[in-house]
């Protein structure tokens, strides 16, 4: 499995930017797909992940209620909507998948993941 993350950009604080994240390669249906995300000096960390067995989504407390991910099944692409955006926003962005379900405990965990993109950077000016 090949991701192949875009879609980042330099933005305004308060702006929107839509991260995609496509995949390619053989995925199964209970794919599990996220969104990581690193700042310069800091740990990676995790923002979402949408869950296809059961269609969840999950969120850090950080971006909640101003993220939004979800998923083309037909195009096999995540999406990371990101409103509201702030300078501590700021990071190279990655997407992430594991061919199969991962339990809600280990989401969070960069570990429980198979495959990783490439990255892409995000910069909100304040």
């Known amino acids: 499995v090949q991701l192949q993350a875009s879609g980042g950009g330099l933005v305004q604080a308060g702006g929107s930017l839509r991260l995609s994240c496509a995949a390619s390669g053989r995925t199964f249906n209970s794919v599990t797909m996220g969104w990581f995300r690193q700042a310069p000096g800091k740990e990676r960390e995790f923002v979402s992940a949408?869950?296809?067995?059961?269609?969840?989504?999950s969120y850090a407390d950080t971006v909640k209620g101003r993220f939004t991910i979800s998923r083309d099944r037909v195009k096999n692409t995540v999406y990371l909507q990101m409103n509201n955006l702030k300078p501590e926003d700021t990071a190279v962005y990655y997407c992430?998948?594991?061919?199969?379900?991962?339990?809600?405990?280990?989401?969070?965990?960069?570990?429980?993941?198979?495959?990783w993109g490439q990255g892409t950077q995000v910069t909100v000016s304040s």
């Open positions: 992430a998948a594991r061919n199969g379900r991962i339990i809600t405990s280990q989401l969070q965990g960069a570990g429980a993941y198979e495959y």
């Open positions: 949408f869950r296809s067995s059961d269609l969840s989504s």
